[in-house]
């Protein structure tokens, strides 16, 4: 059965570059595009590993990541910040939500998988 991926972005050309890439790639997704819609997402069909846009509508990546990571049924779930905010203070609050790992946009995409293969490989011998 394929890894399943819960894409977090607001703006539905990244979005849709995000899901064809993984599905392209093997990996089964899930999308949500503000924060209220990825809680539910999250609970409601528990992916293996979540994108997490950090600018959203309705509620911020931040926000979002540490309500998941303080839900004791869903913090396993690793969470990667996909995000263009670049500045050091930037990556230090997001760090500090409990994000998993930080990436920057614009991503290259053979590393980006590289990362989420990682995240999935540290999970499964947990």
């Given at each position: 059965?394929?890894?399943?991926?819960?894409?977090?972005?607001d703006?539905?050309?990244?979005?849709?570059?995000?899901?064809?890439?993984?599905?392209?790639?093997?990996?089964?997704?899930?999308?949500?595009?503000?924060?209220?819609?990825?809680?539910?997402?999250?609970?409601?069909?528990?992916?293996?590993?979540?994108?997490?846009?950090?600018?959203?509508?309705?509620?911020?990546g931040?926000?979002?990541?540490?309500?998941?990571?303080?839900?004791?049924?869903?913090?396993?779930?690793?969470?990667?910040?996909?995000?263009?905010?670049?500045?050091?203070?930037?990556?230090?609050?997001?760090?500090?939500?409990?994000?998993?790992?930080?990436?920057?946009?614009?991503?290259?995409?053979?590393?980006?998988?590289?990362?989420?293969?990682?995240?999935?490989?540290?999970?499964?011998?947990?």
């Amino acid at each position: 059965m394929a890894d399943k991926v819960l894409i977090v972005e607001d703006n539905e050309l990244n979005r849709n570059m995000l899901c064809s890439l993984l599905n392209a790639n093997g990996y089964e997704t899930i999308m949500a595009s503000n924060g209220i819609e990825a809680l539910d997402m999250t609970r409601i069909y528990r992916p293996d590993i979540i994108l997490m846009d950090i600018q959203l509508p309705e509620l911020p990546g931040t926000e979002v990541t540490k309500l998941i990571k303080s839900d004791a049924s869903l913090r396993h779930i690793p969470i990667l910040a996909v995000t263009a905010f670049g500045l050091k203070e930037d990556e230090k609050e997001i760090r500090e939500s409990g994000v998993d790992e930080y990436i920057l946009k614009p991503i290259s995409i053979v590393p980006f998988l590289s990362v989420i293969r990682k995240h999935l490989d540290k999970r499964i011998k947990h």
